[in-house]
């Protein structure tokens, strides 16, 4: 079983939907949690640190659920510039620093 | 706004011959990571760097990879002798503290004929 697990998609949305991605981590010694956002060949970029108590960032609006291990994305109001993969990554100890765990990615095109 | 930079942005190289890749991370950042991607694939760890060493490697750091902060200021990737399926994008990046968020450069594509 892999460590961080996406829905790979596509999802493929018209513009101005609500669209919810979820990720879920298999380790219980996780400790931080992010989305990042990767276009076509270009390097992931942060889109936010998610909270405990959920955060949110204009259209986007994280959230943690600790005790079913799994975090989520939404997404509200979709542009046609949301078209990208979207990452989430995981944070914990390793056996040396620290380590980031990514997950596949779950690929996100808007319609027009 | 600082960010992580790396050269080349792409290089071609044959089979077996040695590649270096540069990073330059964030100045005022302590942890550096190497990852590399393959077309289509998903985002793989390679390495961390911390304090002048190696704090964690993969299983794909194998003896043919380094790693090395020459400068204080440059943080460089090395393959020793290219395989064909060494081709990937390599990304460098940094985050200031040990849990913090990761900033990435915009990579380095490399291509092994």
């Known amino acids: 079983r892999k460590e961080v697990e996406q829905d790979p998609g596509p999802f493929n949305v018209p513009e101005g939907a609500t669209v919810a991605f979820n990720c879920t981590y298999s380790?219980?010694?996780?400790?931080?949690f992010f989305w990042y956002r990767q276009d076509c060949r270009k390097e992931p970029k942060l889109l936010m640190s998610?909270?405990?108590s959920g955060n949110e960032d204009g259209r986007f609006t994280a959230q943690l659920n600790r005790a079913s291990q799994y975090i989520s994305l939404l997404i509200r109001d979709s542009k046609l510039s949301d078209s990208a993969t979207y990452l989430c990554?995981?944070?914990?100890?390793?056996?040396?620093?620290?380590?980031?765990?990514f997950g596949t990615g779950t690929r996100l095109k808007v319609l027009a | 706004e600082p960010e992580v930079t790396q050269t080349p942005s792409h290089q071609v190289t044959q089979m077996g011959q040695e590649v270096i890749l540069r990073c330059v991370p964030i100045?005022?950042?302590?942890?550096f990571y190497w990852y590399r991607q393959i077309l289509g694939q998903k985002v793989e760890f390679l390495v961390s760097?911390?304090?002048?060493?190696?704090?964690?490697k993969s299983e794909i750091f194998d003896d043919q990879f380094s790693v090395e902060r020459p400068d204080g200021s440059n943080f460089t990737l090395k393959i020793r002798s290219t395989k064909l399926e060494d081709s990937a994008m390599y990304f460098c990046?940094?985050?200031?503290?040990?849990?913090?968020?990761?900033?990435f450069g915009e990579g380095s594509r490399l291509t092994v004929l």
């Open positions: 100045s005022n950042h302590l942890y």
């Open positions: 998610v909270y405990s």
């Open positions: 760097f911390y304090n002048n060493e190696i704090s964690e």
């Open positions: 990046a940094s985050s200031r503290g040990n849990t913090g968020e990761l900033f």
């Open positions: 990554v995981v944070g914990r100890t390793g056996s040396g620093t620290y380590k980031y765990i």
């Open positions: 380790n219980s010694a996780s400790q931080s």
